[in-house]
């Protein structure tokens, strides 16, 4: 006769344990959390004052010339606030679209200064001086007035263009000293010909 006999219980299967999702490298992906970390250990100012002044001279150089380059090639958005907007454009591209007599007064006023050293009387040319004087008080008369002409039309054109006074405030002084300097030594660079027409918008309404 057969007894019943108790089963044994089936042996559970062993738990694998769970495997850490890696990234494509073989490393374990890291969470929210240590990447977070991570980032702001990066960004960590360096606790050596003299390396933190150097990382901030290397950083404040690289957007000096980042600022420099976008100027030169005219890209509107990387326009200081003294030459953003566009009635400084225009502004800009009035005056480097003519000629104007003040373009020579910083090339006269050094080869005046440079003249007026020369022994003008070891030479035989005791009113050279004199002559130069003239000369130099002739040329600034011209630029003054032709000076003032271009700023007054170029001040009545932006009137038209942008009747509020507050859209206009610093023009003149902004177009004086554009107009000074020469052509080539200009920032930003010129955008249009001699004898070209500004590309500012035109007139509101």
Same mark, same amino acid.
């Given at each position: $006769?057969?007894?019943?006999? +108790?089963?044994?219980?089936?042996?559970?299967?062993? &738990?694998?344990? !769970?495997?850490?999702?890696?990234? %494509?490298?073989? *490393?374990?992906?890291?969470? #929210?959390? !240590?990447?977070?970390?991570? +980032?702001?250990?990066?960004?960590?100012?360096?606790?050596? =004052?003299?390396?933190?002044?150097?990382?901030? +001279?290397?950083?404040?150089?690289?957007?000096?010339?980042?600022?420099?380059?976008?100027?030169?090639?005219?890209?509107?958005?990387?326009? =200081? =606030? *003294?030459?953003?907007?566009? $009635?400084?454009?225009?502004?800009? /591209?009035?005056?480097?679209?003519?000629?104007?007599?003040? !373009?020579?007064?910083?090339?006269?006023?050094?080869?005046?200064?440079?003249? %007026?050293?020369?022994? @003008?009387?070891? @030479?035989?040319?005791?009113?050279?001086?004199?002559? $130069?004087?003239?000369?130099?008080?002739?040329?600034?008369?011209? &630029? $003054?007035?032709?000076?003032?002409?271009?700023?007054?039309?170029?001040? *009545?054109?932006?009137?038209?263009?942008?009747?509020?006074?507050? /859209? #206009?405030?610093?023009?003149?002084?902004?177009?004086?000293? *554009?107009?000074?300097?020469?052509?080539?030594?200009?920032?930003?660079?010129?955008?249009?010909?001699?004898?070209? #027409?500004?590309?500012? =918008?035109?007139?509101?309404?």
């Amino acid at each position: $006769v057969k007894f019943p006999t +108790r089963k044994t219980p089936a042996e559970p299967a062993a &738990i694998e344990p !769970e495997s850490t999702p890696t990234s %494509g490298k073989g *490393r374990p992906t890291p969470s #929210r959390k !240590e990447a977070e970390a991570q +980032r702001k250990q990066t960004l960590k100012v360096p606790s050596d =004052p003299k390396a933190a002044k150097k990382a901030a +001279r290397a950083r404040a150089a690289e957007e000096r010339q980042a600022n420099r380059a976008a100027m030169m090639s005219g890209d509107e958005k990387a326009m =200081p =606030p *003294r030459d953003a907007g566009p $009635v400084k454009r225009y502004v800009r /591209d009035y005056v480097d679209g003519r000629w104007a007599a003040a !373009e020579l007064f910083m090339p006269l006023a050094f080869l005046v200064l440079l003249v %007026g050293f020369l022994p @003008w009387a070891n @030479w035989g040319v005791p009113n050279a001086q004199g002559w $130069v004087s003239m000369f130099w008080m002739a040329m600034t008369m011209v &630029i $003054v007035v032709d000076t003032t002409v271009l700023l007054l039309r170029m001040n *009545r054109q932006i009137k038209e263009r942008w009747p509020e006074a507050s /859209d #206009r405030k610093g023009v003149t002084f902004y177009g004086l000293m *554009r107009v000074l300097q020469l052509r080539k030594l200009r920032l930003p660079p010129p955008q249009v010909d001699r004898h070209g #027409r500004p590309k500012a =918008p035109k007139v509101k309404g």
